[in-house]
């Protein structure tokens, strides 16, 4: 291995900020820029980190000493048709960048996550999934078309029909095989600029799941926050919101609801304190007595006729980007960041499995501060995370004192989900060990694998922390 310049050594961390590790960052703006990093890897002996906003929470998008490719600069749309929806892009567009891009002209993107940071070309590494993935899938079905360009320097095409087989192991294969470098993607067209949203308060977990089997024949978006910290009769008690697109017709100003400045995020919140403080406000409460009364207000106020309204409009925006409310929010949880830890259960075992999950959290004393729970349908690409079935997502703060504790919470959480049959998202995960990453995937996928990496990139040159920590 040879010495690269000292002025690209930067300390990058996952999102969550409790994983970290010092790699040479190139943030070329072109094709050509890109493969003059993989000769630069080749000659200096090192491995190769794909990133993009570096949105994932714990060490997907993280390479230690190695160059890490972080393509937020190719971030040029190519191409938009307003009448078919059908847009081209570079890898480094965001999507924001993609929403306000498209929206005036009546067009949403399919799948979003629940922030609008992401890039395109990160979003396809894990392939994401949004509040519609019952519906929708994960937004490797809305994906015509990608250039993607190999170790080797080669760039290939694949769509659904040709190179399938690297069209569905690249999007999911979390940066294993190549470089994203054009996308091109179908759009969702929509009629107003604004959603009908529903909420419902449930006691507990069993009345969540009631609310989601009655609800999703309904809804276009249903998603749950779920208190992890009330226990016995209120465990898991929730709030739900459904949201629905508009009909043709039913907007009477369309142009004006599809407006960007129509979709803004509010400046403040609850209409008092600026958004940019709020995570201060926050700090103080990041502790399990202090989420408890937070967790209980909220409650309490989406019960209030004023505040929490049943039926209200809410534009795309404010309904798809609900974690973008309060700029910096991680930042209440200190020094030692987050991990989140989400699993997908069949749905035969989800609400037993769920249960559990929260009972071994309250019992290990380290409640989560923040729990969301989803519906979800498999898909067919190869590293999918999805299942018949819904997913929970649980935020832990780290400290210093609770790491090793935390990390071995989430090892018996994972045994109780490969126990029935769930699976786990590398876009998420700090904490998986190479028993459960073989468990999870099979026998069969790893053998493809293998099989796809010997192909693609025979020098396995393109390594994270992650594929390090699971694979290797
Ligand atoms: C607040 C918050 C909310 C979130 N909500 C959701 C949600 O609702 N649903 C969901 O599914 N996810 C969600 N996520 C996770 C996030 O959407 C994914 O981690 C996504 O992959 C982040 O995109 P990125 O551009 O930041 O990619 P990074 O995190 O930088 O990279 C992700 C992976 O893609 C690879 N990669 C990046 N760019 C390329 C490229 N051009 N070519 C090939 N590989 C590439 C990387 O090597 C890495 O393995 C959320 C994250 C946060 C912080």
């Not at 480094?92 to 929206?103: D, F, H």
């Not at 949403?108 to 992401?118: A, D, E, K, L, Q």
């Amino acid at each position: 291995m040879s010495v690269l310049p000292i002025d690209h050594l930067e300390k990058i961390e996952g999102w969550g900020g409790a994983v970290s590790s010092f790699g040479y960052v190139y943030r070329p703006a072109t094709v050509e820029g890109l493969r003059e990093v993989f000769e630069l890897a080749r000659r200096s002996n090192r491995n190769i980190t794909f990133r993009g906003s570096g949105r994932s929470y714990g060490d997907a998008a993280l390479g230690a000493e190695n160059i890490v490719l972080d393509t937020s600069r190719m971030n040029r749309i190519l191409s938009w048709d307003p009448n078919s929806g059908i847009i081209t892009m570079e890898p480094g567009v965001t999507i924001e960048q993609l929403w306000q891009y498209i929206i005036e002209d009546g067009w949403w993107p399919p799948v979003v996550s629940g922030t609008m940071y992401p890039t395109v070309g990160g979003c396809l590494g894990m392939n994401i999934h949004g509040k519609n993935n019952f519906k929708a899938g994960p937004i490797g079905e809305h994906v015509l078309s990608f250039d993607i360009m190999l170790p080797s320097g080669e760039i290939k095409t694949a769509t659904p029909d040709s190179e399938s087989e690297l069209f569905y192991s690249a999007i999911s294969g979390f940066g294993m095989f190549g470089v994203f470098t054009s996308i091109t993607m179908q759009m969702k067209k929509v009629y107003s600029g604004l959603l009908h949203v529903k909420a419902w308060t449930t006691k507990n977990l069993h009345e969540l799941f009631e609310i989601y089997q009655q609800h999703i024949p309904g809804s276009d978006y249903l998603v749950g926050w779920v208190d992890c910290i009330s226990s016995d009769e209120k465990l898991g008690r929730s709030i739900v919101h459904q949201a629905n697109y508009f009909k043709p017709g039913e907007d009477q100003n369309p142009a004006q609801s599809l407006r960007v400045s129509n979709q803004s995020l509010p400046n403040t919140i609850l209409g008092i304190f600026p958004k940019s403080f709020v995570w201060m406000l926050l700090r103080p409460f990041t502790n399990n007595a202090g989420m408890k009364f937070i967790n209980w207000l909220r409650v309490f106020v989406s019960r209030l006729p004023v505040v929490g309204k049943p039926v209200y409009e809410q534009s795309h925006a404010e309904f798809a980007f609900l974690l973008d409310y309060v700029p910096g929010w991680k930042k209440s949880y200190g020094q030692g960041g987050l991990i989140q830890y989400q699993s997908f259960i069949p749905k035969e075992s989800a609400e037993k499995v769920f249960r559990k999950q929260i009972e071994m959290c309250q019992e290990a004393g380290l409640p989560p501060y923040l729990g969301v729970f989803k519906q979800h349908k498999p898909d067919k690409f190869l590293f999918t995370h999805s299942v018949d079935g819904f997913s929970l997502a649980l935020d832990f703060k780290v400290t210093e004192k609770n790491r090793e504790k935390l990390w071995s919470l989430c090892a018996k959480m994972n045994d109780v989900v490969l126990a029935n049959g769930g699976r786990f998202y590398f876009a998420k995960d700090a904490t998986l060990r190479p028993q459960d990453f073989k468990a999870f995937l099979g026998e069969e996928t790893l053998k493809k694998f293998a099989e796809l990496k010997k192909r693609y990139d025979p020098e396995n040159i393109l390594q994270t922390d992650l594929s390090r920590r699971l694979v290797l």
